[in-house]
T-cell receptor, first 112, second 112 residues
Framework: SQELEQSPQSLIVQEGKNLTINCTSS?????LYWYKQKYGEGLIFLMM?????EEKSHEKITAKLDEKKQQSSLHITASQPSHAGIYLC????????????FGSGTQLTVLP | DTGVSQNPRHKITKRGQNVTFRCDPI?????LYWYRQTLGQGPEFLTY????????KSRLLSDRFSAERPKGSFSTLEIQRTEQGDSAMYLC??????????FGQGTRLTVV
């Protein structure tokens, strides 16, 4: 079973709408990563968050890590069809990066 | 291309046969991971190498699975006596200290 809970499991939005994907852990995380995956392909790195309260943005995507470092959110503003794919959060739970674990992913569909 | 390279991209094999996958990480990365991903799920951790040493192994890695990383460069993942349940995407990732993990495109295994 996955130890990182992602919600929602799937999301269908109209182009231009904003959306948020959440990632929750029961334990403190030493590093939180967001990746995007197209079906049948490898993972593409989006952002890495390490400090409590940290927030990073790239183009129309913003990721935040809460102060307790147990919850992260990924927000997409004015979604486009190119944003479609599977979004995965991953985490280093040990602090030594010996085992990076992932959530089950959020399937995003953007309707033109 | 200096990214993570995986070969082959696709492999179809008969049940009971042995298969071997190869991963060539980014050259300066000393850490290498293998993951398995099934449809609708996030990547599941299999094993982790730091240089040539295999430091972590998931309980998912049964006796039929073995991974090596001779000389701390490329890595191989072998599955002996394949079963239909082994059908999945096998992903390799590498990273250096305090960087994100870079993923290869994966090897899709189909056991018939």
């Amino acid at each position: 079973s996955q130890e990182l809970e992602q919600s929602p499991q799937s999301l269908i939005v109209q182009e231009g709408k904003n959306l948020t994907i959440n990632c929750t852990s029961s334990k403190t995380l030493y590093g939180l990563y967001w990746y995007k995956q197209k079906y049948g392909e490898g993972l593409i790195f989006l952002m890495m968050l390490q400090k409590g309260g940290e927030e990073k943005s790239h183009e129309k995507i913003t990721a935040k890590l809460d102060e307790k470092k147990q919850q992260s959110s990924l927000h997409i503003t004015a979604s486009q069809p190119s944003h479609a794919g599977i979004y995965l959060c991953g985490a280093d739970k040990s602090g030594s990066a010996r085992q990076l674990t992932f959530g089950s992913g959020t399937q995003l569909t953007v309707l033109p | 291309d200096t990214g993570v390279s995986q070969n082959p991209r696709h492999k179809i094999t008969k049940r009971g046969q042995n298969v071997t996958f190869r991963c060539d990480p980014i050259s300066e990365h000393n850490r290498l991971y293998w993951y398995r991903q099934t449809l609708g799920q996030g990547p599941e951790f299999l094993t982790y190498f730091q240089n040539e040493a295999q430091l972590e192994k998931s309980r998912l890695l049964s006796d039929r699975f073995s991974a090596e990383r001779p000389k701390g460069s490329f890595s191989t993942l072998e599955i002996q006596r394949t079963e239909q349940g082994d059908s999945a995407m096998y992903l390799c990732a590498s990273l250096s200290w305090n960087t994100e993990a870079f993923f290869g495109q994966g090897t899709r295994l189909t056991v018939v």
